[in-house]
């Protein structure tokens, strides 16, 4: 490797750097030439990284089926640089079974029966799908070409230092400005918590979820549980939380019902020994052993996430948005002013929802309505979202009340209910689930999947049509807060299994609903965590209080060193919102549209970016469903020609006692040849 050769520090492995690596394979040949530096610091497997690693219980699955699953950058994407075929997760599956796809280690039997049992509707286990980040991570590398040398860096990066670099050779009229010699480009040092330093032209900082210091609230309960021997786990990574304290037949009180929650009944329960058995009319019995603790679960909404759908369309074919476009997102971008994601996008989105569920149910099940949909279709469009007119032409075309579409009681399904006691709460919850099942899975209800299909396209295009900066304070905090909520609570909800799994173990008497509006409350008299709903009439006592939840992004408390110290340096901030209520601080890290850092006095960074669901970028995500124009894949395009262009440009080598310096010990070269180990390699069966 040239003494000269640029580098690029990428800090993260997982799956949305290894998109980042294959965008900068695929743009390169365009955009520069000669060697080049790339430095990997991750302290899991590269590819998988901490979230998706093998190394976590075997039954823990996607929440989505293998035909959902690409990280390949398809024709679909609207971008600049060339797309890149490749397969998806079931294609790549496939493959494997065949033999067209040679390039993996030897598989653990269990893998293997994974493999050929797969299908494009499969949810696939976690295991299965680190095995086919980590191959895409290897084949991003050789694609980089043999110029190019990537080395991982089994570590954690504690700093980012600016270095001093010389200035740029300019011309005559430019070499100084007002007699100050012009600074060449800012580059960096970046210190790993082994000791190791590496130089950097460009750093990435691509951490994926982080772990948080407990804010006051969950701090408060675990000095608590201290105080009286009782249990708290704080918002976590639910697979990293050490649950063994737990009792077999002990009450935990949960408080969350979304996928933290999924999985923590897969820990709790098979994970201590119970199975599933089938029955002949498509539920589940659960089969206790015996170690299972009893679980008080409620949250906000009081009901677990909605189920993935595995129904087909059997309407006329999904369309492109009619209502939120680009043309009218445009219209309202060129008014002067802050733009109002309530008053003057969600409505546009929301009739976008209606549209595409109302037009299956018109074309797919005619018996069901009273008016055809031509006529159905041009009413609706000339009716406002929120207006009597909409709500009239449902009322008279569509008898049935319950398929009309009424999206706040899709968000919160037990609002105004009343509950006659524990009873009719335990049979409200579990009814609700089962009528979800049916919606979702069954033959006869696809206008769930037109919903689904809608929601997800907008979700995908908000970043894409709607720069975040026109959006007022308010709106900011609703798209990270309230949309992103909804969107994860109607469309990304667990496997249809994991809610029949859940009947069952409610049924074994192992897990019971508290109902909406949970409220939690530290007794210091009788040392127990206490959980009730005004709503429900219930309240529960137990000594151990579990917060079934992904820490909320913070700057200013994480756990990652590195996040920490680019808050303290100033080379990095933490977002602040200018709301009607006072500044709101969003916990993500400040990035420009660009990606670029932002200090707290507003100076960009221009060769430190950070990407990713801690920063504040519309980026969601680091794998997506083939064929939707996925915005991680559009903004790791946008990135790897921004990282090349800026490598490009003059004056971009580094020194050979800075380049020594970057060959450090305790790093792996994952260049063609060499691939990076795997945790799955060499037979190892799952455990």
């Keep these: 490797m040239p003494v000269n050769a640029p580098s690029v520090v990428l800090i993260g492995g997982g799956p949305r750097t290894a998109g980042l690596l294959e965008r900068l394979a695929a743009n390169r040949p365009e955009l520069l030439t000669g ?150 480009p800012e580059r960096y040092r970046v210190r790993l918590a082994g000791g ?177 949909w031509p006529e159905f279709a041009e009413r609706f469009a000339a009716a406002e979202w929120y207006s009597q007119d909409r709500q009239r032409l449902v009322a008279e075309s569509v008898p049935d009340a319950e398929l009309h579409l009424d999206l706040e009681r899709l968000d919160h399904p037990f609002a105004g209910r009343v509950f006659a006691g524990h009873a009719d709460v335990q049979a409200a919850v579990a009814g609700y689930i089962g009528r979800d099942l049916e919606l979702r899975t069954g033959p006869d209800h696809s206008e769930t999947l037109a919903l689904f299909i809608s929601l997800l396209k907008s979700y995908m295009d908000l970043g894409r049509l709607v720069p975040s900066e026109r959006l007022n304070g308010r709106s900011q905090r609703d798209v990270q807060g309230w949309w992103h909520g909804f969107f994860s609570f109607v469309d990304s909800g667990p496997p249809p299994r994991r809610l029949r799994e859940m ?11 508290i109902g909406p509006g949970l409220e939690i409350e530290a007794a210091e008299y009788s040392g127990r965590f206490v959980a009730r709903s005004a709503q429900s009439g219930l309240t529960v006592s137990a000594a151990a209080l579990i917060e079934a939840r992904l820490p909320a992004p913070s700057v200013t408390r994480s756990a990652n060193p590195l996040l920490r110290q680019l808050h303290t340096s100033g080379l990095g901030t933490e977002q602040q919102l200018l709301t009607a209520d006072g500044t709101h601080a969003t916990g993500r890290l400040l990035v420009s549209a660009s990606n670029e850092l932002i200090s707290p006095v507003g100076e960009r960074r221009e060769r430190l970016f950070g990407v990713g669901p801690g920063t504040s970028g519309w980026g969601a995500g680091a794998f997506a469903r083939p064929g939707t124009n996925a915005a991680p894949f559009r903004e790791n395009d946008a990135l790897a020609r921004r990282i090349l262009n800026l490598l490009a440009g003059p004056n971009n080598g580094q020194g050979s006692n800075e380049q020594a310096n970057n060959q450090q010990a305790g790093s792996e070269p994952a260049n063609t040849g060499q691939p990076v180990p795997q945790a799955a390699a060499g037979g190892k069966d799952p455990s």
């Design 503 to 513: 009947l069952a173990i409610h049924q074994a008497g192992l897990l019971r609903f």
């Design 196 to 372: 190791a330093v590496l130089h950097a032209d460009v750093v990435v900082a691509s951490l994926g979820h982080t772990d948080s210091l407990p804010d006051e609230e969950s701090a408060a309960w675990a000095a608590f549980a201290a105080r009286h021997g009782a249990f708290h786990a704080a918002p976590s990574y639910t697979t990293d939380v050490d649950y063994s304290p737990l009792a077999a037949g002990q009450d935990v009180i949960v408080s969350g019902m979304g996928l933290a929650f999924v999985d923590l009944l897969v820990l709790l329960m098979e994970g201590r020994g119970g199975r599933f058995e089938e029955l002949p009319d498509g539920g589940l019995r659960y089969l206790p052993s015996g170690a299972e603790p009893r679980l008080w679960a409620g949250s906000r909404r009081g009901v677990p996430y909605h189920s993935k759908i595995t129904s087909t369309l059997r309407g006329d074919a999904a369309a492109e948005p009619a209502f939120f476009t680009a043309d009218a997102v445009a219209a309202l971008l060129d008014a002067p002013g802050e733009l109002d994601f309530r008053d003057q996008l969600w409505p546009l989105i929301a009739k976008d929802a209606g549209y595409a569920y109302y037009r299956e149910l018109f074309t797919g099940y005619p018996g069901r309505v009273r008016m055809g």
């Design 35 to 184: 060697a080049l530096q790339i430095h990997v610091v991750e302290p899991h497997t590269p590819g998988a990284g901490r979230i998706w690693r093998y190394e976590q219980h075997p039954g823990l699955m996607l929440n989505s089926a293998a035909a959902d699953v690409t990280m390949f950058t398809d024709a679909s994407v609207q971008c600049e640089g060339p797309a890149v075929e490749g397969p998806g997760l079931a294609d790549w599956a496939a493959g494997v079974l065949d033999g067209s796809i040679a390039d993996i280690p030897e598989l653990a039997q269990e893998l293997r029966r994974q493999l050929a049992a797969l299908t494009g509707t499969t949810f696939p286990t976690r295991q299965l799908q680190s095995v086919y980040l980590e191959w895409f991570f290897r084949r991003s590398v050789a694609a980089l070409g043999p110029d190019v040398t990537v080395t991982v860096h089994r570590n954690t990066a504690s700093a980012v230092e600016p270095v001093q670099t010389e200035p740029e050779r300019r011309g005559p009229e430019q070499g100084r400005q007002h007699g100050v010699p012009a600074q060449g």
